[in-house]
């Protein structure tokens, strides 16, 4: 039989999570990892090995916003989704999906757009950006695919209002995956719709 996690251990991740959350939504802090370490040091725990996980961090940080920022934050992430969906439409013939923060609702004034495409010729997007003359910085994503670990490529688009669009190539064959899910992962229609409501 398991034995569940000491009553102690799971207030102090609670703590952590909002912790973080507070820095996330009251900075510029944009990274769960930086965000949860800083929080560990401010609560005292540096050396903890328990910190939240990425998603009980999201689910702070909506509660924050939903107690402290309920006025602005409904226009904000509007603005972040307006912009996503402008940017899924322009790169539709690559079947793009939004995913993070955005998508979860936790996103907040600097947070980034995150884009998924899907092409098996890993050139195909950059000559589209290339070619429609999108300015962009191009890197490079680690990702797990089928079982291996593979480098893919990434590129960064920044609008005019300075949000930044991060997008991974993957190939094709990942769209079909199974390891999508509506709450993490939102096709085309899945965005218009979300904003239609």
Known sequence: MRKSPAPHRDLMR???????AKL????SITDHAFAKRKAARQLGADDTQHLPSNKEVDLALQQYRALYRHEEHPSILRSLRLEA?????QLAQFHPYLTG?????SAGVNSDINLMLFSDDAKAVLLYLLKNK?????????VRISGREEAVPSYTLTAE????THIVVLPLSARFSGSRHPKTHADLA????????
Do not use: K, P, T, Y
Not at 85 to 89: A, G, K, R
Not at 134 to 142: A, H, P
Not at 161 to 164: E, F, K, L, R
């Open 101 to 105: 923060s955005v998508l979860s609702g």
């Open 24 to 27: 996330m939504a009251d900075g």
């Open 190 to 197: 899945a965005v218009e719709a979300l904003l239609a409501a």
């Open 14 to 20: 609670a703590q952590l999570a909002h912790q973080a």
């Open 134 to 142: 999108v300015e962009f910085e191009s890197g490079e994503w680690r």
């Open 161 to 164: 209002s300075g949000i930044q």
């Open 85 to 89: 969906l402008n940017n899924m439409q």
